[in-house]
């Protein structure tokens, strides 16, 4: 065995290497499309050269025949054959016609099939070879292929009438079958030589497609994208976040386990294009694709889904859309957690720096010795604070609801717009804390926007009013301002995710929120002018609703 392995050795060092240089795409495709080519061109060759064959011969048994017509009407051959004798011009000129015409030969017999004319002297007066003479005697002018005295050949035979229209004797002339086949074998080699040209030019467009191929396929193999899909696959089924891949105008390409999970009522479930998958929410998905949108949360499928969508390049231009989706789980629930931190880190921001101006100014009072003064604005200060801390809480029993709205009205203060909190205001608690988020959410983007749209008037010191009541079997939201309002034609666009009367790319989607989360809780809003001289947005949203869907 170990002598055998010797002997092998070199084969194997050599066989290796031309295995793997098969199994490139550029050497495979090139092989392949040269072979293919190959097999067509000797395909075409062999048929050209059948055809060329044939047309050759054909046309060269007209030719003759059309001769032989020509050769027995003349009235010197006739007048010939009648007296059984031709004159030396009359031969003469037969000779000429014979090599004008590149013929191998012009007989002439009469009615015994006596030769009285050829072109070798010395076989005149003998009988004519081939045996396919008697049917010219017989009256009739035909093509045949024989072999004569100079060999194989083609022949064209007719008959010659006397003036009395009796046939006297016949002519046939032919063309040997060696000058047919050297003039096809001229025809046969233009053939080749164009085919092997085609061949060459077949392989030099193999290795240009390859290349091409190979490009789009970022220089990847065939066995190296075959462990890339099995990878994609096994990646995209073993994560927890659904993927979704579509076309630009929204067809679905991919879409792993976790997203049939997600999207799917059931298993079975057929589709094709997003409409099927996210009928409320297509639109806005197809719009604008361009656009980043992160982290964005909608209601889908009776659960609630946080979203994202980026446009999936591929070489630099923009091929389809692809969207991760998973379920508002545990760890949106840490997500809102940290963003209520930050929004808590923004009130200290906010508090600090208005307490920080309180101090100084409160130091400078002691330090000229206005004690009285400064223990006025201690006690306003506190009181105020206290007084709007205490109204909250007593008003508005719901935590989060209060501390929102303390939270907004300290933004306000800050930015110097008057927030208006309605003394009237006054609302009790609420059980179900997945419909709570949601009006904290839509709560929380209309004061944003009423804060916005006083910051953008021409009186920047403005005011927001803010109303929360109880009206029978409804909760009244009503938010106001003294900004520029709306327009009537732009009250539908505000709903649309990608207006914005703001700019960045983190606005445009608030309105769009607050209609989804309103429709999820069955409620209305209304826009109306406000006496402020801005916009008045009113929520109206049943208390009794059937209850929201927990976000998991």
């Known amino acids: 065995m170990p002598i055998v392995g010797l002997f092998l050795a070199p084969f194997f060092r050599i066989y290796i290497p031309i295995m793997k240089l098969f199994k490139r795409l550029e050497i495979w495709l090139l092989i392949c499309i040269s072979t293919i080519c190959l097999f067509q061109l000797i395909m075409f060759a062999y048929t050209s050269q059948h055809l060329v064959s044939t047309v050759i011969e054909q046309r060269t048994g007209r030719q003759a025949l059309a001769i032989a017509q020509a050769v027995a009407s003349e009235p010197s051959v006739v007048s010939a054959m009648e007296v059984g004798e031709f004159s030396p011009q009359l031969i003469e000129r037969l ?252 009130l200290l921001r906010v508090q600090t720096h208005d307490y920080s101006n309180k101090l100084n100014t409160l130091g400078a009072l002691i330090q000229m010795e206005k004690y009285d003064k400064a223990l006025e604005l201690i006690g306003n200060e506190s009181r105020g604070f206290q007084d709007k801390i205490h109204a909250l809480l007593q008003n508005i029993e719901p935590p989060v609801l209060a501390a929102l709205v303390f939270g907004k009205y300290l933004k306000a203060r800050e930015l110097n717009i008057n927030l208006d909190i309605n003394p009237e205001s006054e609302l009790s608690n609420i059980d179900d804390k997945h419909k709570l988020e949601r009006l904290v959410s839509m709560l929380g983007n209309l004061i944003d926007n009423a804060i916005e749209a006083v910051q953008r008037s021409e009186n920047p010191e403005g005011t927001v009013r803010l109303s929360l009541e109880e009206v029978g079997s409804n909760l009244v939201f009503e938010v106001e301002d003294s900004g520029d309002g709306i327009k009537n034609d732009q009250i539908e666009k505000i709903f649309v995710p990608t207006f914005s009367s703001k700019s960045g790319a983190q606005h445009g989607v608030g309105m769009y929120l607050v209609k989804t989360y309103l429709n999820a809780c069955n409620g209305n809003l209304e826009i109306a002018d406000s006496d402020l001289g801005g916009a008045r947005f009113t929520l109206y949203i049943p208390k009794a609703s059937q209850a929201l869907p927990e976000l998991s």
């Open 95 to 346: 000779d000429k016609l014979q090599t004008d015409a590149d013929l191998s030969f012009i007989v002439i017999g009469d009615t015994n099939r006596i030769r009285i004319y050829h072109p070798d002297r010395t076989r005149i007066g003998l009988q004519m070879q081939g045996g396919d003479s008697l049917r010219a005697l017989q009256g009739e002018s035909y093509i045949s292929k024989a072999v004569g005295s100079l060999g194989p050949s083609i022949r064209g035979k007719v008959p010659i009438y006397s003036a009395n229209n009796e046939v006297i004797g016949l002519v046939s002339v032919g063309v040997l079958q060696e000058s047919v086949e050297l003039a096809a074998g001229r025809e046969k080699i233009l053939i080749f030589a164009t085919g092997f040209f085609i061949l060459l030019l077949a392989v030099f467009a193999a290795q240009w497609i390859a290349m091409r191929v190979r490009r789009k396929l970022f220089g990847l193999q065939p066995d190296e994208i075959g462990r890339l899909y099995a990878e994609q696959e096994a990646m995209l089924n073993t994560v927890r976040t659904g993927i979704l891949a579509l076309d630009i105008d929204g067809t679905v390409r991919k879409i792993n386990q976790r997203g049939r999970e997600i999207l799917c009522s059931s298993p079975n479930q057929e589709f094709t294009h997003l409409k099927d998958l996210l009928p409320q929410h297509a639109e806005f998905l197809l719009t604008d694709t361009s656009r980043l949108i992160i982290g964005f949360e909608l209601f889908a499928n009776n659960q609630w889904i946080v979203l994202s969508r980026l446009p999936l390049q591929v070489q630099g231009q923009t091929d389809g859309i692809l969207i991760s989706m998973r379920p508002a789980d545990e760890i949106e629930h840490l997500s809102q957690q940290l963003a209520k931190v930050q929004a808590f880190a923004e």
